[in-house]
């Protein structure tokens, strides 16, 4: 392949193919749509990937838990209110430890919201929307070219850590056309993992908890604990591997933005005055990683599309006040980020928004 | 083989009431299972929540015990992905027909080669005796204390809505017909759906004047009667098969189809 316009879902989808990934089970919804599209005309012409257009998102959720226990590589894509709808699956995948992959392009919620307009406010719902305690993994891309990679990394990491993993998408991001060459794109693809259904052992997946030989364990509190602690320091090892991230722009500069997805993109026109830490792994989160730098800025400002989910954990991880500019209501452009910051007295002296290029790229 | 290996007696007894219905449709499974042929190698359990849920874990299967509702959903999958495989999903009737409703309604209507075995106990048992979608109504429950409100939900009805698919309705009772019925359901091509009513002594029968449950057993004897021949619809308390128009079904050789 050579160089062509690629459409971000159109490069999450190639991803997914080239990670291996053979079922795919999905409902419509803007803005992921294009996802199921491309799933459907791609499996009528490859009878060996399967693909089922269900009747919701809890049937496509499940669907790719069964499908991936039978032995495919599977994947949903979905939106934010799907993917409310698909956390209860969440919570079994990662009880019973399922790999899958679940595509979120994130619009503007909550309720249905803005569904073409991008969004960024489903980032805690992918750490904390199912019940219980679970190590979700979730990768943020914030180009064409990465929505290609961090796809197979996404697939990839699933098999390592048995778990649903999470990749971001927006709907800016994954309806933006941009001139790549995938083939240049060389990521390892991780084999499966989990020996499939029928294997002529007699296993018991459940998502109820149990001792090893199936019998109910649900009131050995015990038992839970060292359950839980083996799936999560297991989960937390692996994402070590996939400790994706950039770290930019303008390093001299006395203030750090933190910016991830589409935002960082965005918010480029601001290089000269501000330093860069783009978080592409968004859980776990990178500590280490952001300690390293944050200590050399004197001011941290965190540029999301919600009203400060991740400013909050910024500042739960380095445990210090970070200002924050949220872009809601679907502006997602450098006119609203000026805007963001003049309100908190942080727009740089000087910087003009280029009425002719409001969408940064590159 | 015997009946017996497709059973994980180790783990016996169950933790099913005694004089619970639910035993008694695994054992005509597991018979069914062996007359077939059908083990671990090519055949998987899909189990869903509630008490029926609780089957895979005593069957020499793999079994995958769903969220609640989710059974088909997953059973789907797997059978699509690996179509070789006999895809067998036990559950209740509130598993099945309420929180799984939606699904139930859709996987009809796609015609997966899936069997379906529904224990039918009008009641959610396993919470404590709560009305469900197949609770007749008046039935007192604890959640319907002046009697359940609503007519129960028309499994016959759901199924038929697609033409293709096989519907049986037996009891526990009828131990013959219960059998021939799960064998037929596991050969039929397409989808099929077992409908057992079955005894809940502990949390609806002694509440609605049942003093045991033999008591429950005996009144499905004398309550049910088989179908005349060839009958294409089945009357309340009727047992009997009907099928659909068998469609050649794609690929595979599980449940039915003969590849």
Known sequence: MAKRLVQGNEAVFLGAVKAGASFFAGYPISPSSEILAQASVYASKNPEFRFLQEEDEIASANAILGGSLAGAKSFTATSGPGFSLMQEAVGYGHKVGIPCVIVNVMRVGPGTGMPTMPGQGDLLQTRYGSTGDYTSIVFYPSTVAECYEYSIQAFNAAEESRSPVVLLSDAFLGHLNEVADLDTIDVPVVPRTLEPLASGSTRLFSGVATYPDGEPATADGDEFIRQYYESRDNRLAVAEKYNFHEYGWNKDAETLVIAFGITARVARPLAPYFALFRPIRMWPTLDKELAEVAGKYKKIVVIEGSDGQYASVVEHMLLRRVERVPLLGGRMSIEAISEGLDRIGMLPAGFAVDKKSTVAVG | MAVKDKLKTELFPTIWCPGCGIGLIMQ????????????????????????????????????????????????????????????????????????????????????????????????????????????????????????????????????????????????????????????????????????VASQCIENNGRRIGFSSANDMLQNYRTEYKAAPAGATHLEPHQTGIVKGEPLPVAGGSGNGSKN
């Open chain 2, 28 to 195: 005509q499974l597991a018979s069914v299972m062996d007359d077939l042929g059908l083990d671990k190698t090519n055949t998987v359990l899909i189990t869903g929540i509630g008490c029926t849920g609780r089957m895979g874990a005593y069957m020499n299967f793999e079994s995958v015990y769903t969220l609640h509702g989710r059974t088909l959903p997953v059973a789907e999958a797997i059978k699509l992905v690996r179509p070789e495989l006999n895809v067998i999903v036990v559950s209740g009737d509130g598993d099945t027909a309420s929180i799984g409703g939606n699904h139930l309604l859709h996987s009809i209507r796609r015609n997966p080669n899936v069997t379906v075995i529904c224990n039918n106990n009008e009641i959610y048992g396993l919470t404590g005796g709560q009305a469900g979608p197949t609770t007749p109504k008046g039935t007192s429950t604890i959640s319907s204390p002046s009697g359940a409100g609503y007519s129960p939900i028309n499994l016959q009805g759901v199924v038929a809505s697609n033409p293709n698919a096989f519907y049986a309705k037996t009891t526990v009772y009828h131990q013959g017909p219960m059998k021939k019925a799960i064998k037929e359901a596991i050969q039929w091509p397409g989808f099929a759906f077992v409908d």
